[in-house]
């Protein structure tokens, strides 16, 4: 029986065999939601331990997404690791992978395996391209699936004539979301069938997902002209064309007239404003909010004269939004109820009022690194169900712990540890 408490987690056991981003930080909000969660780590660490250390094995990476966890540092090649494993998945009620392709399988830690031995075990895994198909076996991480899925083309960022992307992995955090509801609806559907399950989530499937606009396509309005931006694209290819040339070929899915005037960043005299004018009403209270016209809204023209008319619309927007700072704007658009936003830079949220009072970021003192800030739980449940929980010990300082809170005796402990089957620091 679980604990009676406001957290939907409290009292799950999860084990996390997971590194870099995805599985990690979903294995984090599960731990917001006060699951306790070992995370099962290598002898060297999750890699993100020494990107740019701040104290030993701590760093901006590894804090963002391991806070509230337990590690455990251990061979899984080890000859006592099935042992302690056993010990591990005979208690846990979920598992977290993001295993390099057939590593599980070569370890017993892949579905098949374990469903037989722990039939209630819900397993969570990530891969870059999916189970299926030619891709399945091949290694992958964010800014390769950004390029493989089509995000990083449709985003449209390009530096130096390549496409490129942010410094934000986008697609890890949108698979961890989508694993986390896929757990989440896996645990829900064994309250009622007492089976686990296996959730598969990939990182092109993720990508994909933020662009599901994109590959809605209608036979009668879209097969055509596919058909002849891949025939174009095929020629371009063969002859070198500059992928930049071949990235203004891009097909989107807005009408013109929403890039270039209602839906895109404006340059304000003093920096920049973001406006997303999606319905008429909105397109008719921004044009009263600049005091400018627009003749064709709403109106049903054809396409050639849509284009020449946006085209100088374009511009004299351009120009009227350039003459009265980002201030300026910002309070007339909020006045006349059209959704506008300050172009800010990440550092500025620290201190602002509004992610501050939605508990979006957080304060606390961290025993190696002192005083850190950190992205809070972005998830209410009642203000109280999702909480950050404290950093993680110090790498390997939980093991002997771990182990005898799993059921291992001393002198197992003690042989795990001395054999180099796990990693210890503690006397």
């Not at 203000?383 to 712990?401: I, K, L, Q």
């Amino acid at each position: 029986m679980r604990p009676m408490t406001d957290q939907p987690f409290a009292g799950l056991e999860v084990v996390e065999f997971g590194q870099f981003v995805a599985v990690p930080w979903c294995a984090q909000l599960f731990a917001d939601g006060g699951a306790h969660v070992i995370k099962v780590e290598p002898h060297e660490g999750d890699p993100t331990r020494v990107l740019a250390p701040l104290a030993p094995g701590e760093t901006r990476h590894f804090l963002s997404r391991n806070r509230g966890k337990h590690s455990l540092p251990l061979d899984l090649r080890h000859a006592m690791a099935p042992h302690i494993l056993d010990a591990l998945l005979s208690r846990a009620e979920v598992a977290f992978f993001n295993l390099r392709p057939g590593l599980g399988a070569e370890l017993g830690l892949d579905f098949a395996t374990l469903a037989s031995r722990y039939p209630r075990l819900i397993t969570g895994n990530v891969t870059a391209f999916g189970k299926e198909g030619p891709d399945r076996m091949l290694a992958g991480m964010d800014y390769v699936v950004q390029a493989r899925s089509g995000l990083m083309a449709s985003l449209g960022k390009v530096t130096d004539g390549l496409p490129s992307a942010g410094d934000s992995p986008v697609v890890d955090y949108m698979c961890a979301a989508l694993l986390a509801f896929g757990v989440s609806s896996a645990l829900y559907r064994r309250e009622r069938s007492g089976r686990g399950g296996e959730v598969d989530v990939s990182l092109l499937g993720a990508a994909m997902g933020l662009q599901a606009t994109l590959f809605t396509r209608v036979a009668s309005a879209d097969a055509a002209p596919d058909a002849e931006l891949l025939s174009w694209l095929a020629e371009a290819r063969a002859e070198g064309l500059p992928f930049a040339e071949q990235l203004k070929r891009n097909a989107g899915v807005r009408p013109s007239y929403m890039s270039t005037v209602y839906y895109r960043t404006y340059a304000t005299r003093n920096s920049a404003i973001g406006v997303a004018c999606g319905s008429p009403s909105l397109r008719r209270k921004f044009m009263a909010a600049t005091g400018m016209e627009d003749p064709l809204l709403g109106k049903d023209v054809p396409r050639e004269e849509m284009a020449k008319h946006y085209a100088a619309l374009q511009l004299l927007m351009e120009a009227r939004l350039g003459e009265r700072t980002t201030a300026d704007w910002q309070a007339a658009l909020d006045r006349a109820g059209v959704p506008a936003s300050r172009v800010v830079l990440p550092v500025e949220l620290l201190a602002d009022e509004q992610t501050r009072l939605n508990g979006l970021i957080y304060d606390f003192d961290h025993p190696a690194v002192g005083r850190t800030t950190l992205l809070g739980p972005p998830i209410q449940l009642d203000g109280v169900g999702f909480r950050p929980g404290p950093p993680s010990a110090a790498f390997a300082s939980e093991t002997r712990a771990i182990l005898a809170g799993i059921g291992l005796s001393g002198e197992e402990i003690e042989r795990a540890v001395a054999d180099g089957a796990v990693r210890a620091t503690e006397a």
